[in-house]
Structures are given as C-alpha cells and as structure tokens.
C-alpha cells in the first residue's frame, strides 16, 4: 500500500486558522486538530526529525489528512470540539462526560414548587446551577427543605391532597395544597428567601428574618420568634460550611490536576455565587506518550465548550498547572459574551481551594490505578486458573423472583477495568411457569444471544448463577447460536454450597467437572464480585417489579374499578396509603366513582 505523500500534500495547505482530520488506511478519522497556521502545524508532523514518540505512531497510519479552514482561531477551537464529540479519534485525548448537569428549578405555579431539572429547560420558571452531580442537588434540597418549607411534591400529588401530608407535620413543608394552612403571602416569602439563598444573598435572607423576629418578640408573639430563631441559627450553620470569605462573588471553577503512568485525573470543584456546590473528578481517555499540556487543554476545551449537558461557563478558571491559555481564554470569553480569566497559582483562599482540589486529583488518581492494578492482577489471575489465554470481556447471568413473582433476569458485565455498568441490563420474563428457573435462565439467554453481536461484544465467560442443571440448560441455548461467532466463550456455572458463604463456591464446567478457588484468590473475588454485581441487579429489578403490582393489587380485584379509574383514585387522594385512610364521601368526590362504587372500594382496601 503506497505511504502517504506528505510533499504534495503540504504543497495546498494555505497558511490560514483551521482544522484538520488525519485519516488511516480503513477511512477511520484518527486523529483531530487545529491551528493558527495550517501550513505551519501540519508540516510540523512531516519532519524527519519528530521528537514525539506519539506523533510518529500517529503519522505511521496517516492514509489521508482533510483541512477546513475558518475564519478565526476561535471558530477552529468550537469545530474541533464538534469533530472530536463526533468522531472520538484514537489519538486525541477523550474526556468520556456523556451525563447531563443537574439544576435546581423553581417553577411558576401560584404555590411554586422546587426541585431536580435535568435536560433542557423547557418548564417556565428558574434555574440555579449546574450541580456537578444530582448529588450535590439532592444535599442542596434536603437543606433547603430544612431552612425554607416549600413544597418538593410532585404536581399530581399537590392538586389532589385534601390534608397535609407527613412533610407538614414534620415542619418541613408549609402545606399550600390544603386551604386556610399558609396565606399565599407567606408561601412567596419563603419562596424568595430560596431564590436568594440560591443566588448567595444570604445575608439579605438574614438581616429580613432578624427584623421579622424583633416584629413579632414586640408584639408578644414569642412562638413565632421562636420559629424565625431556629431558621437564623441553621442558615447562619449553613453560612459557615458554604460561604468562601474570601471571594469576591464570581462564578469559580478550581481545576487540581494529576497525572502519571498513563492515567490524568482533574478534580473540578464548583464554586458558584460564593457557594461551593460541589466537586467531581474525571479521569479522560489519554494515548500513549501524549504531554502534560495536551491532555489538560484537551479537557478545558472538551469541558468548557460542551454546552449540550447544560454547563455555564464561569468568570474564572482557577489552576495551578501552567499551559498557553490565550486561545480558549479568548473562545470562552466570545461564548460567554463576558470576561473569562485564567488564574495560576493564586493566594489566599483560593489558593487553598486550589491546594484542595490538587489533593483531591491525586487522591483519585491513586485510588483508581490502584483499583485499575488490582482488576488487573484479578484477570491474569483467573487466566491463569482457567488455563485461558486472555480475557477481556466476561457476562454473567441471575435470576430473581419471589415464590414465581415478576421473574426477572439479570445481566452485568466486566472488561479488564472492571464493572461496564452502561451495558447492565434486565429483563423481565414472562410465559413460563412461576419459579421455573430453568425456562427462565433459558429465554434471557435466547433474548440475550440470538441476536447479531459485534465481535468485541462476544464474552470470553459466560457464568451462570447456579448448578449443572441451570448450566447445561444454558448451553443448550447458547450453543445454537456460536457457530457463527470468531470463538466460543467458556461456559461456567457458580453453585453456592450448602453453606451459601462467600469463599466455599463450587464452580461447574459443562463436562460435569467440578472445582473450588482458595478462598484468598484474587481470581475467585473476580468471580464472587461479577455473581454478587449481577444478584443485586437481577434483586433491585425484582424489588421494583413487586412494588409495582402491589401497589395497585388491591385495587385490581374489585369489580367496576379499571385502569382509567385507578389512576384516577391514586391521582386524586394521592397515593395508595392515602387511599386506604379516606372516607367513602372523600373517595365518591372522585371523578367517575359514583357512591356505590365508593362504598365497594372503602370495604375492599379496609377488609382486604
């Protein structure tokens, strides 16, 4: 195969800004870049003598290279984003982030309601945030549920109660939904309170409440100074673990950053109207020999301009690694149509924010080439045991029901990084005979691998979560789909003993042989750590499955009462428990329920 001819190639490259996409000999988009002088970078990888150990693997597969030119260093900076996003080339550094950002988002109803936002913002109201993780929300709501009792209740929930709920009576929830409990006057107060809060203005929060307080201590009303007192003394606890003193109420990102034997972690932690809201560390996906600055620029970019998770971008990027930031700089200021600073090394509290966040990079840096090191050591060790020459991906397969209830399947899968949680999934069974595990070991494997695979996703294990009976049975089915496959996957079954203790499993082949693991083998704590990952999924869809039936099973056995008018019932009292404790004349003002029907539904949920 003729090489790629760089001299014609370089010959038509203008020197303007732009991007670039190398190619290999399959047409795979292998690499990304972009530059201020096209002509000037791209000749740059061309050189006989080219120190970097990575670009000369990467210029070794080079079939073709396309140029975009554009009109600006910045539009060059946004396209390479896209591209990478896009084509995930092997050579650029990857920073796997695919989740959405959590907000929370007050809406515009008369009583508003506060809660978790995800996506994209359609619903009316407002939004704080992003969170770094849904987290850190649900810490900020549970604290704010405390200082301010706003409802969190679902919509459906809040139309249709004709009492307050347990929320109320706890003291954390104000009750708008029952009449003549809070004025609406009230309810805005403490509406407002929160969008302050939210927005750092606690002491505006305060400064209203200690005059509310001196009001009503005035005017005799000691149980209601009482109430504005213990609000003061938990926001100004609250003060103490979230205010940061020392900035000036900019929007803060603080960046620590590690890196070593092939693994980079940066730890993000979010600072936002003088609010820590939380902290994250990613680890991004780096090829081999690839430099410091690279992979810290190549995750500012990917992060910063990666606006369809809903991430703003701050006033301030604070670091303590020192790297050419005149270009994103510039990009993020355009995007954000204000100032955008990069701070190195700064003093006083954000200095030890930054001190902070470096500790916590390399932190999880260690933790995680440890876990990695150990999942290796793991895997050369059941290789080892089970005389295989690699393994690089292994499933595994359980089965989960009470007495024959909602029979539901579970599959988990491991590669040499450990648990692939994205590609878990269950399965519900049905059209056997309740508690027949054998039928229902056999129709998920028949689900699971009658279908097309991609080579890469053909396991090297298949364990099955049980005996010689669930394994051959499972073999029958398996066995009429591999003919096909590049190789076939050891099939082995993990019977738990008598005992049913970690450590005295008995692993079955199809041969019939049966062998053990010392109980310290590293080998065998791979096996019980994929069996145990894929119990509790195949438990926790089971759980769910059986909360669903029951939750209306009362309900489906009485005559008159269908889908529409169970919904109706649950929608309106609000909720099952509800239910159980509402009168007849309660149930009969429900749509569609006339007071005979009201009479068989009270009898039926109170002698049911």
């Not at 080079?62 to 060059?76: F, G, L, N, R």
């Not at 900035?247 to 932690?269: Q, R």
């Not at 005992?499 to 791979?526: Q, Y």
Request: aromatic share 8%; with cysteine; hydrophobic share 35%.
């Amino acid at each position: 195969m003729p090489s790629f001819d760089s001299k014609a190639f370089l010959k038509s490259v203008t020197h303007q800004p732009g991007v670039y996409r190398m190619y290999n000999a399959e047409a795979d988009v292998i690499y990304v870049g972009k530059a201020k002088d096209l002509k000037k970078r791209l000749s740059s990888y061309f050189r006989s003598n080219v120190p970097s150990e990575k670009t000369k693997a990467l210029v070794s597969h080079i079939h073709q290279v396309d140029v975009t030119v554009t009109h600006s260093e910045t539009e060059a900076l946004i396209l390479e984003h896209n591209y990478i996003k896009q084509y995930l080339p092997k050579y650029n550094v990857l920073l796997r982030d695919d989740k959405s950002y959590p907000y929370i988002f007050i809406s515009q109803h008369k009583h508003p309601r506060i809660s978790i936002h995800r996506g994209v913002k359609r619903k009316k109201g407002e939004y704080f945030g992003p969170y770094p993780d849904s987290g850190a929300v649900r810490e900020s709501l549970h604290l704010i549920q405390k200082l301010f009792p706003i409802r969190q209740c679902e919509d459906s929930v809040y139309a249709n109660r004709h009492r307050p709920c347990l929320m109320h009576q706890i003291g954390r929830c104000l009750a708008p939904c029952v009449k003549g409990i809070v004025s609406d006057e009230e309810y805005k107060e403490q509406t407002d309170f929160i969008r302050l809060f939210l927005q750092g203005k606690d002491r505006q929060v305060i400064q209203t409440l200690v005059e509310q307080m001196d009001i009503a201590s005035q005017s005799l009303n000691f149980e209601k100074a009482a109430i504005i007192r213990d609000q003061i003394q938990a926001m100004r606890r609250v003060q103490e673990q979230q205010y940061v003193s020392d900035d000036s109420g900019d929007d803060l990102d603080v960046l620590g950053f590690a890196i070593e034997n092939g693994l980079a972690c940066v730890h993000l932690l979010m600072i936002r109207q003088g609010k820590i809201l939380g902290s994250r560390s990613f680890f991004p996906k780096i090829p081999a020999n690839t430099d410091k600055e690279e992979v810290f620029l190549s995750f500012l970019t990917q992060y910063y301009l990666n606006h369809t998770q809903g991430r703003t971008i701050p006033n301030r990027v604070v670091t303590s690694f020192e790297f050419n930031s005149d270009s994103l700089e510039a990009a993020l200021t355009e995007l954000s149509g204000r100032k955008v600073i990069f701070q190195l090394n700064p003093k006083g509290m954000k200095g030890r924010y930054l001190k902070l966040a470096d500790t916590n990079a390399l932190t999880a840096l260690t933790s995680k080439s440890n876990h990695k090191l150990t999942m290796y050591q793991r895997f050369k060790q059941l290789e080892e045991a089970l005389v295989l020459s690699s393994i690089q991906r292994m499933e595994c397969f359980d089965i989960s029901h009470t007495m024959g209830e909602k029979t539901v399947a579970s599959c988990v899968v491991f590669n040499q990084e450990g648990p692939v949680k994205s590609e878990y999934r269950r399965y519900n069974i049905s059209g056997i005979t309740g508690g027949d595990d054998y039928a229902a070991m056999a129709q998920v494997l028949e689900r699971r691998y009658s279908k097309q695979l991609d080579i890469d996703k053909i396991p090297d294990i298949i364990f099955i979560d049980g005996g010689k009976g669930q394994l051959n049975r499972a073999y029958e089915v398996i066995s009429k789909h591999w003919e096909d496959w590049p190789k076939q996957p050891l099939l082995l079954g993990i019977a738990k003993g008598v005992t049913r203790k970690h450590g005295l499993e008995t692993l079955v082949k199809i041969s019939g042989e049966e062998f053990s693991m010392p109980s310290d083998s590293p080998a065998l704590h791979l096996i019980q750590h994929i069996r145990d990952e894929s119990h509790n999924h195949a438990i926790g869809g089971h759980r769910a499955q059986r909360a669903k039936v029951r939750k209306t099973s009362t309900l489906q056995n009485i005559d008159g009462v269908g889908p529409k008018r169970r919904q109706a019932l649950l929608q309106y009292l609000g909720g099952l428990q509800e239910l159980k404790s509402a009168s007849v004349e309660e149930i009969a003002k429900v749509p569609g329920i006339s007071h005979s029907l009201a009479e068989k539904i009270h009898d039926a949920l109170k002698h049911g």
